[in-house]
């Protein structure tokens, strides 16, 4: 006999903790049309993605300029020139778990901002590489060294700038506010492209008719400086940014229309929260380290109410504990390995664009090295303009539209048909031809799941367990990153380049599959779905026993 359907009846604390997001979804402006106090949150935290992908695609100019400076026009090893390109992925390997474990278990406030830090140091020693007193071979390993060291820094703001915008954002603009960061990505590789215009510009007279092709030093070394720019601009915003005020703006609407209710647990977490938040951004530094420490006070998590629970600093144990049930555990593998295909796919195209250059005539390899070193660089803008930017601003005005799922899965459907289409065609196509499929490639990378797989691990787990989260899945697309890195010149040389880009197409699809593990998280909160399962737990504990 089939049992009888009950209602389910929410407790007093999720009563207001939906009418919370409820409040939060209220019809309003266009989620992608931002408020000040917004636009300065991504102005701190997209400064981390704008390094990333600055550093990322001026190294392949950078490593040029070095084929005049050390090897007299010749090529770079080929095992050094990929140690090279590498490095930063590498050390965002090690950034990304360890700031990410750190954000979680000491809190966002007291690791903000010693990454953006280290990015700087590793910034300053590589410009100190002794291209005129070490060998050629050991500038390549002094530079490669350093490139970890920056990316540790750079892998360590992916997860924490993730962490302190959903904590942040409204739950109706959180997709919107993490691919707005994103898209830093691409103003990086544009201002990438164009500072190495600008500079070369400046050089032309002294390279191209002065004849001194070893000024080319000074150029890759500007280039690089360029970046401590808005390194050093956010630095003191870094560390010194307050706490979460997400509630507010909620409490007093809330208040103002319950204000004859009496307060429930829940309520007097969120006052405290949001009066302690206002206090804390006019506190004195040794105030705050008085309570930071308070904060960190052992909670019973069998007894404490579950709103603490949720919100209490998650440490390793806890971290296994929760992740050891499945329906947690599917989605770390799902964020991870469609992280780990995507980056496969998208790192081995743009880690590698000299083979693309190629085929639409800006690989310089002809004329004088400064013509040569200008093509390759105008060819950089050229994918940027054409792919990139478009891409991530067109997931900016559709996430919370279409949803994170949808645009993911479309993406990598896409992405494998126009690698498909230019694997199959790969030296038949036309100049403009192969500029249009490769043009569509980029747009639906960034217009899919290169935007949303960044997003998904920020939305999906819950606050505590947040950043070491995001660290791991981060990790994962970072190994297939540098798997691309030193993997794809040697391929292409034995099984060639079409058959590279086949893998890739394979890649595509099966990162289309693994999203199927994954929920729509447009407007879910997961600290509110974690909240009713520790209810759920204990209510089923105490039945238990009474039984």
């Not at 201002?191 to 092709?213: D, F, P, Q, R």
Request: charged share 20%.
């Amino acid at each position: 006999m089939a049992e009888t359907a009950h209602p389910i009846t929410l407790t007093q604390s999720a009563q207001h903790r939906a009418e919370l997001e409820e409040f939060e979804r209220e019809d309003g402006p266009p989620a992608f049309v931002l408020t000040f106090s917004e636009v300065k949150l991504l102005g701190i935290a997209g400064v981390g993605f704008f390094l990333d992908v600055y550093d990322l695609f001026i190294i392949n100019p950078v490593t040029t300029m070095l084929q005049y400076r050390l090897y007299e026009g010749g090529h770079l090893p080929t095992n050094l020139e990929g140690f090279v390109k590498a490095g930063a992925n590498i050390g965002s390997v090690i950034g990304q778990f360890a700031f990410g474990y750190a954000t979680d278990s000491l809190g966002r406030k007291a690791v903000y901002g010693k990454e953006l830090m280290l990015i700087i140091l590793a910034t300053i020693l590589t410009l100190t590489t002794p291209t005129g007193t070490l060998k050629p071979d050991s500038c390549l390993i002094y530079l490669g060294v350093f490139h970890i060291l920056l990316g540790i820094g750079v892998g360590g703001d992916y997860p924490m700038s993730a962490s302190i915008t959903s904590d942040r954002a409204n739950i109706r603009k959180c997709g919107t506010m993490l691919a707005y960061i994103f898209s830093n990505q691409g103003w990086g590789s544009f201002v990438g492209s164009l500072a190495t215009i600008i500079v070369l510009a400046c050089y032309k007279g002294t390279m191209e008719n002065g004849g001194h092709t070893s000024k080319v030093n000074g150029v890759w070394r500007i280039v690089v400086g360029i970046s401590l720019i808005p390194a050093f601009g956010t630095l003191y915003q870094h560390l010194t940014l307050p706490e979460s005020t997400r509630y507010l703006k909620a409490q007093k609407m809330k208040h103002q229309v319950h204000a004859n209710e009496a307060a429930d647990d829940i309520d007097r977490l969120k006052q405290a929260q949001c009066a302690e938040e206002l206090r804390m951004q006019n506190e004195k530094p040794e105030d705050a380290s008085l309570d930071d420490k308070s904060s960190n006070q052992k909670i019973d998590e069998e007894t404490a109410p579950v709103e603490m629970v949720v919100k209490k600093p998650a440490h390793f144990k806890e971290f296994l504990k929760y992740f050891s049930e499945w329906r947690h555990a599917k989605l770390l593998i799902g964020t991870r390995m469609c992280w780990f295909l995507l980056d496969i796919a998208f790192y081995g195209i743009n880690l590698n664009q000299n083979i693309v250059l190629q085929q639409i005539g800006y690989d310089g390899k002809t004329g004088t090295p400064w013509n040569r070193l200008f093509k390759v660089s105008t060819g950089g803008m050229i994918i940027t303009v054409l792919g990139f930017v478009p891409g991530y601003f067109a997931s900016v005005l559709t996430i919370e539209l279409l949803g994170r799922k949808w645009i993911q899965v479309q993406g990598f459907l896409l992405a494998a048909l126009f690698l498909g289409i230019l694997a199959d065609r790969f030296y038949k196509l036309s100049k403009v031809s192969f500029i249009v499929c490769f043009a569509f490639l980029q747009f639906f990378f960034n217009f899919g799941a290169n935007t949303t797989t960044y997003c998904y691990p920020a939305e999906v787990f819950p606050t505590r367990f947040r950043a070491t989260a995001h660290g791991i899945s981060t990790t994962a697309g970072k190994c297939g990153a540098i798997i691309s890195a030193l993997a794809f010149n040697m391929l292409s040389k034995r099984i060639g380049t079409p058959a590279i880009l086949w893998i890739f197409v394979g890649c595509c699809i099966f990162g289309a599959f693994f999203t199927l593990l994954l929920p729509e998280v447009k407007g879910r909160d997961p600290d509110t779905v974690l909240t009713e399962e520790l209810r759920a737990k204990r209510q089923a504990r105490k039945t238990q026993e009474a039984n």
